[in-house]
């Protein structure tokens, strides 16, 4: 074969390459899109051209074929354009760029997500421990407390009891001809019960003592749970210390029952927290147990003194009357301390003056308790309650009701003017 043959063929192999070069390419590429789809392997394969003679290595990672020319980026049928996402999400070199250079290897994931999974598991073991059993202690009312006391013997606190003040000479004759009457025989056992309970201390081992003490802490604060029988809590109430049997040495487990009455009768209930809510006050503030605690031992220097006998008598009954008189004087204070801005440096004078008043009017303390009440079920505001100092003024009909001739002192007596004292009273200790 001459040179002119040999040439003439190289010339028409020159021309052809292109369509060939092109089938084999979509071949490969078809081939490499096969395998990644599969089995996502990271390799690399080289491609020989053999009609031009050259090396086109390309890169194949995880069936991918990476390239650079024009040729690979428009063309329709390119490998990146043709993959689904499902087969995106796969590909691992997708995957280490999205996870970045910075995060841990697998291993190390794996050994963290381990950790965080025991601390979880760890901590939803965890139980609060409220009591030994778990269960909270159910709450008590008055009556159930009262009945343990009723069918518990009493003997020896009765033998100590004090229920009326000894006189003797002329204070004797004097009570007895111009004194309140006398109580009635069918309710001395009952009155001589109530100065029995006031002689009774708390005692740790009986289950209604301990529950009486919790029942009055979960209805002050708002709890269902029960607290420890010492500690500051109690001091968040009112109480002076981490033990509230230290302050019922006046009034022993009387106090407790006053107060018990005060929180689990509906009707009073919303008194108590109004109180509560104003013994927290920055500047107000007050022990609200020891309080309540002098506001028993009010309501039994009434009852001895058989201030109390007359209503008693009437109604024929002695508890109900008592703590019906005891919310009285508690709310007594109550509106003389929040209308006149007292604070706790005024307290020795303001429970002077509440004994004094509450002695010398047991029915109208009373009385006013049953107006109280009845305005708040009506839903308006109850007088003495607003802090608002125009509220503390009488209204013209009460002035004009409370007559001529005796100035400020002959006006008609309000809660919100305790200081305005009636004619009895003149001469008697007053609010400084």
């Not at 006046?250 to 927290?273: K, Q, S």
Request: aromatic share 6%.
């Amino acid at each position: 074969m001459t040179t002119e043959a040999f040439r003439g063929q190289d010339q028409e192999h020159a021309r052809q390459p292109t369509h060939n070069s092109y089938a084999m390419e979509e071949d490969i590429d078809v081939a490499s899109h096969t395998e990644g789809l599969n089995g996502l392997s990271r390799e690399c394969k080289p491609l020989e051209d053999i009609t031009n003679g050259h090396s086109n290595h390309k890169p194949v990672m995880n069936g991918l074929v990476i390239s650079h020319s024009v040729k690979d980026q428009t063309n329709g049928n390119a490998p990146l354009r043709s993959l689904p996402i499902s087969a995106l999400k796969q590909n691992g070199l997708l995957q280490t760029l999205a996870a970045g250079a910075d995060q841990p290897q697998p291993a190390e994931e794996n050994v963290e997500l381990e950790k965080a999974r025991e601390e979880w598991e760890a901590l939803e073991n965890v139980q609060p421990a409220i009591t030994e059993d778990s269960n909270p202690t159910p709450l008590i009312s008055f009556n159930e407390a009262l009945q343990y006391f009723q069918t518990t013997d009493l003997g020896d606190l009765l033998k100590n009891i004090q229920p009326t003040i000894r006189r003797t000479g002329l204070a004797a004759i004097s009570h007895f001809l111009f004194g309140p009457p006398r109580l009635h025989r069918e309710l001395l056992e009952e009155r001589d019960l109530v100065f029995a309970i006031a002689q009774c201390h708390v005692d740790n081992s009986q289950a209604v003592h301990m529950r009486v003490l919790q029942t009055i802490y979960k209805r002050l604060i708002g709890s269902r749970l029960d607290c420890p029988r010492f500690g500051a809590h109690w001091e968040n109430i009112g109480f002076q210390g981490t033990d509230p049997a230290t302050d019922l040495r006046g009034t022993g487990f009387l106090g407790l029952m006053h107060t018990l009455y005060f929180v689990m009768d509906p009707e009073t209930l919303p008194l108590a927290r109004d109180i509560y809510k104003l013994s927290q006050h920055p500047t107000q503030n007050f022990p609200f147990c020891v309080m309540s605690i002098n506001m028993t031992r009010i309501a039994l220097q009434v009852l001895r003194e058989e201030a109390m006998s007359k209503e008693c008598n009437r109604r024929q009954q002695v508890v109900g009357v008592l703590n019906e008189f005891y919310v009285a004087t508690y709310l007594h204070l109550y509106q003389l301390w929040k209308t006149q801005q007292k604070t706790i440096v005024d307290s020795g004078f303001v429970l002077k003056e509440v004994e004094l008043f509450a002695k010398k009017n047991p029915k109208q303390m009373l009385r006013r308790l049953e107006v109280f009440l009845k305005e708040r079920r009506a839903g308006g505001i109850p007088r003495g309650t607003s802090p608002d100092p125009q509220a503390q003024q009488p209204s013209p009909t009460q002035g004009a009701r409370a007559g001529t001739g005796q100035g400020s002192k002959g006006k008609e007596m309000h809660f919100t003017g305790v200081c305005e004292l009636p004619p009895d009273m003149e001469g008697e200790a007053r609010l400084i």
